[in-house]
């Protein structure tokens, strides 16, 4: 145990011949006060250890080597399907498509110049792209939320945040 010395100009620190003398003159105790008076015996506790960690524990991992081992696991478990990004992309394309079908056909319009309205394949090609077109982009949008939910979740724990 040790003794400490409390001033509020040098704070705590170790009593000593010299701290002793310094507590006496520095700030506003220098009007003849005892170096005895102004110390305040306080006993020094010992320091707290924390528990000791299990060495493969993933809280003592450094974020990169987390990462390193995730990218591991995702390599063995294998990526199927599309990207999340893609699937917001292809949901685009198939909804525009989807109302352009729908628009084309209103219109009475050649598809893409080719299949003139008078054709037999005229209607249906117009009327598939149409009809299926809307449900097809909506699933490729629900499947790109859920993929972009499901990676910023992965991501927030890697970070640290769940």
Do not use: H
Request: aromatic letters at 10%.
């Amino acid at each position: 145990m040790q003794a400490l010395v409390a001033s509020p100009r040098i704070g705590v620190r170790p009593v000593t011949s010299r701290n002793a003398a310094m507590c006496v003159t520095i700030g506003r105790f220098s009007s003849g006060v005892s170096a005895r008076s102004l110390q305040t015996q306080v006993r020094a506790q010992p320091e707290q250890k924390t528990p000791p960690t299990v060495p493969g524990s993933e809280d003592e991992l450094p974020p990169w080597v987390r990462r390193e081992k995730e990218r591991e696991l995702q390599a063995k478990d294998g990526v199927s399907g599309l990207p999340w990004g893609l699937c917001l992309l292809f949901s685009v394309f198939t909804a525009i498509a989807a109302v352009g079908s729908i628009f084309e056909f209103v219109d009475r319009n050649a598809i893409f110049g080719v299949i003139q309205p008078d054709s037999p394949l005229w209607a249906p090609i117009l009327l598939f792209f149409g009809v299926t077109g809307f449900p097809t982009a909506g699933y490729l949008f629900i499947k790109g939320v859920n993929g972009f939910n499901e990676e910023a979740e992965r991501q927030d724990k890697l970070d640290g945040y769940l």
